[in-house]
Every structure is written in structure tokens, then in C-alpha cells.
């Protein structure tokens, strides 16, 4: 566990990229991670930007942990976390594991809108309020690295869905995927 704990316990950009193409799983339902987005203490987009409080503490806790967030009061939001007040959040699975349950959550079999998504991430793994600061290899969450993606098959771009320090380039994913969640 050690070895898994320092290799989340880096900034988030840097893990950002080199979750793609790992293996997400809760409580049996999941698939292949192919977008994710950094997000760090000195950015203001970042839940950490003004330190610590009850509803980001997970974020300064144990790296390999989940924080989970509700946006827009409605969607539950899965990030991993690194290196203290740094976070990856989730965009995007291929859904590999666990298809009819999260067709059953998500009122579509389309495998393509089962994931594309943070908030259809959480729909789709069931995750709850609870789940959050929840450590991976833990309570029915596992995080499985991939093989490393080659470079030419990295997209880098702007994040989407927030209004501060969107033009930096933190969003990532695989070229190709038919489950990004949105295009380049």
C-alpha cells in the first residue's frame, strides 16, 4: 500500500495524466478511466483554494482517498486525491463492469451516456455522500493502474464546467473514446 499511497501523493496534473487508462471500480460496478481534470490548491477553480473546511477535508487527507462532492446540489462528483489539496476529478469511464446496474441507475443502456460525465459517474457507481474520503483498495473501491498511455494518444485541453482558471490546460483524455465527455 505504501507504493500505491506515493504514487497519488504527487501534484494533481502529473496523476491526472497517469490515470488514464486505469481500471476504476465500486462495488463492482465500473470501467476504464479515459478523462480526467487536475485540480490544485493555487488554482482558484479548486475546492481547496481557500484550505481546508468540512466539506473539502478530504482533499488534505491520505492520498488514494475519494473525495466526493455534490455539485450543483444534485450530482455527486468522484476525484482521487494526491498530494495534499490536490484532486483529480473524474470525467469520463469506459464502462466495462457492472453494465445492467449502472443501466438501471442511469434509465439508459447507451453505453456511452452511462459515464460521460462527472455527475453520470455518480449516478452510474452509485456513490453516495458517505463514500467521501473513502481510500481505495477499501469499503468496495479499487483503483487498478493501466498500462502507460503513449503520448500521442494524450488530449490536452481547457476544463470545462467552471467559470475561474478554465484556460489552463488540465483536462485530459484518450484520444479516440467514444465516452469522453465532451470533444477536444
Given at each position: 500500500m505504501?507504493?500505491?499511497?506515493?504514487?497519488?501523493?504527487?501534484?494533481?496534473?502529473?496523476?491526472?495524466?497517469?490515470?488514464?487508462?486505469a481500471h476504476l471500480q465500486v462495488r463492482g460496478v465500473g470501467g476504464r478511466i479515459v478523462e480526467t481534470e487536475?485540480?490544485?490548491p493555487e488554482d482558484?477553480?479548486?475546492?481547496?483554494?481557500?484550505?481546508?473546511?468540512?466539506?473539502n477535508a478530504a482533499m488534505f487527507g491520505p492520498p488514494g482517498c475519494a473525495y466526493i462532492y455534490?455539485?450543483?446540489?444534485?450530482h455527486l462528483c468522484l476525484n482521487v486525491v494526491c498530494a495534499p489539496?490536490?484532486?483529480?476529478?473524474?470525467?469520463?469511464?469506459?464502462?466495462?463492469?457492472?453494465?445492467a446496474d449502472m443501466a438501471a441507475r442511469r434509465g439508459t443502456e447507451a453505453p456511452r451516456l452511462l459515464c460521460s460525465g462527472p455527475g453520470r459517474i455518480g449516478q452510474a457507481l452509485g456513490l453516495t455522500l458517505a463514500d467521501d474520503g473513502t481510500a481505495f483498495?477499501?469499503?468496495?473501491?479499487?483503483?487498478?493502474?493501466?498500462?502507460?498511455?503513449?503520448a500521442g494518444e494524450i488530449l490536452s485541453g481547457p476544463r470545462i464546467g467552471i467559470s475561474r482558471a478554465a484556460e489552463?490546460?488540465?483536462?485530459?483524455?484518450?484520444?479516440?473514446?467514444p465516452?469522453?465527455?465532451r470533444r477536444f
Open positions: 505504501d507504493g500505491q499511497i506515493a504514487y497519488f501523493a504527487r501534484e494533481a496534473p502529473a496523476v491526472a495524466v497517469d490515470l488514464l487508462g487536475a485540480y490544485t482558484p477553480a479548486s475546492h481547496s483554494f481557500r484550505g481546508p473546511s468540512p466539506r455534490l455539485s450543483y446540489g444534485i489539496g490536490h484532486a483529480v476529478l473524474i470525467r469520463a469511464l469506459e464502462p466495462t463492469e457492472g453494465l483498495g477499501t469499503r468496495g473501491f479499487a483503483l487498478q493502474r493501466g498500462a502507460p498511455v503513449a489552463l490546460p488540465w483536462r485530459f483524455g484518450l484520444r479516440g473514446s465516452c469522453l465527455s
